[in-house]
């Protein structure tokens, strides 16, 4: 037999509502009255909401309640003995102040986000060992609110969100059973390798905008997390990519830093990185060593957009399967720095400062797999000859282009969109044979030029003979 439970309160004298909780309003504080049914059949988790901003949680709960959602209120005191026994329990978006006590021992996922709680006090958390995931995201704890003792109890804890708080050092005392950390905005400062020791199961960690500057993140901090698998350092003000990373490594996220330079062994210690991005840092071609990227490998997706780069970097990862350069200040385009990425699907060079005649004879030769080329908001004056002839999406909008000829796509039969907005284009510009033999062309886009444009796309299937003519009334031809 398993209880379902059901609240409602009541909007007028005999009529009722289908909100979930009904309250009974006194000068003390309002109580939460609910009805509770049998039905058959297997038991399933039950949660409990309210919409009705009730300040005090119920006295008492069901004992066969699953799960207790409280969440969106404006619940300021908790009840010892309210939980009882619950897998389950969400109090976010409350203004709790402290962590409360007497929570169950048998609590796997607790909730507390969007609170006030500047302190969670000691052996508050000791007695909810089968818990696996905490969310204290959006209070106000301090280093003085959280002690070695606060987690290291949680033997079974795999997430703990503490982002958008007030830290400013990694807590202490991280059970080794962690895998995700978030710690994004916060204060902090300064990473210790002491603080990380006990956490040896980490496998993402996230400590994107906090302020560790040029000297917050040590040479070696990190050496502890043998297994970590992500690492997201975006908006910390870092120079230069840290040094002595775990070696296992996969992806590195670190947009919007200050880093100038890449040196020939800045990454050599992570050669099993998949994904790298360094977008929106200060990097400039003169201090991009030919070698930085040569140790990557498994590197598949690199993310350069952003930056002060006039030339493509060589020495790029055969394996690549993204490539993303916009918003730099390339000029020009050689075959060299793309040669052998011959697994490359998709690659932006868009916002840049590109001209036709800056694109280097056999440029796209080796890009057999590329799928996706964005030359948007550059300075093309018309479509680049010799396109790859995998390609299928096509970016061409906010150029200067003002006439596309009936050779323009002979090398992209599997050319799926085109986009050509906001160029020079008019009425006729483009050649009534531009498209033919372009099977699979569903999507031309011309708007934002001067004027209307005229496409005509090709036919999806071989043309049939018209109803009537010579060869409809023949039998087919062998």
Not at 73 to 92: D, M
Not at 324 to 338: F, M, S, W
Request: hydrophobic letters at 40%; proline letters at 8%; glycine letters at 8%.
């Amino acid at each position: 037999m398993a209880w379902t439970f059901r609240c409602s309160r009541t909007t007028s004298p005999g009529q009722l509502s289908t909100s979930p909780c009904r309250t009974t309003s006194s000068r003390s504080s309002p109580t939460m009255s609910c009805h509770a049914s049998a039905a058959s059949g297997p038991s399933t988790s039950t949660t409990i909401s309210s919409l009705l901003r009730l300040s005090v949680a119920p006295q008492f709960l069901p004992r066969s309640l699953r799960v207790a959602d409280l969440a969106a209120n404006q619940v300021t005191e908790i009840f010892p003995l309210t939980f009882g026994e619950k897998p389950a329990l969400s109090l976010s978006s409350n203004r709790l102040s402290y962590l409360p006590p007497s929570l169950p021992p048998s609590l796997e996922r607790l909730h507390l986000q969007n609170n006030l709680i500047s302190k969670v006090p000691r052996g508050a958390l000791s007695r909810q060992t089968h818990l696996r995931e905490l969310y204290l995201q959006h209070n106000q704890l301090t280093d003085s609110g959280l002690d070695a003792t606060t987690f290291s109890k949680l033997r079974h804890l795999e997430y703990l969100d503490l982002s958008h708080n007030r830290l400013a050092s990694v807590p202490a005392g991280l059970p080794r059973t962690l895998a995700v950390l978030h710690l994004g905005r916060n204060r902090i400062r300064g990473v210790e390798a002491a603080r990380l020791r006990g956490a040896r199961g980490l496998r993402y960690l996230l400590l994107q905008h906090n302020q560790l500057g040029a000297t917050g993140l040590p040479a070696g901090a990190l050496r502890p997390l043998r297994g970590l698998h992500t690492l997201h350092l975006y908006g910390n003000g870092l120079d230069r990519v840290p040094l002595a990373l775990p070696r296992r490594l996969r992806a590195l996220v670190l947009p919007h830093n200050h880093v100038t330079t890449l040196g020939a062994r800045d990454l050599a210690g992570t050669p099993g990185l998949a994904e790298l991005n360094l977008a929106y840092n200060r990097l400039v071609s003169a201090r991009v060593h030919r070698r930085a990227f040569r140790p990557l490998r498994a590197l598949r997706s690199l993310d350069l957009a952003g930056n002060l780069l006039t030339r493509l970097p060589g020495g790029l990862p055969g394996g690549l399967h993204t490539l993303r350069l916009q918003r730099n200040q390339l000029r020009a385009l050689e075959p060299e720095p793309l040669a052998g990425l011959d697994q490359l699907r998709e690659l932006s060079l868009a916002h840049n400062r590109l001209r036709v005649g800056d694109i280097g004879p056999g440029t796209w030769h080796e890009l057999q797999a590329l799928q996706v080329l964005d030359l948007s908001h550059n300075e093309l004056s018309f479509v680049p000859p010799d396109l790859p002839e995998a390609l299928e999406e096509l970016h061409l909008q906010g150029n200067r282009i003002s006439h596309v000829g009936p050779e323009a796509f002979l090398s992209t039969p599997r050319l799926r969109a085109l986009f050509l907005r906001a160029n020079r284009l008019h009425m006729t510009s483009i050649a009534p044979d531009a498209f033919l033999g372009l099977l699979h062309l569903s999507v031309v886009d011309t708007a934002g030029n001067p004027e209307q444009v005229l496409v005509r796309l090709p036919p999806t299937t071989p043309r049939q003979p018209r109803a009537g003519s010579p060869r409809a009334r023949r039998g087919p031809t062998v």
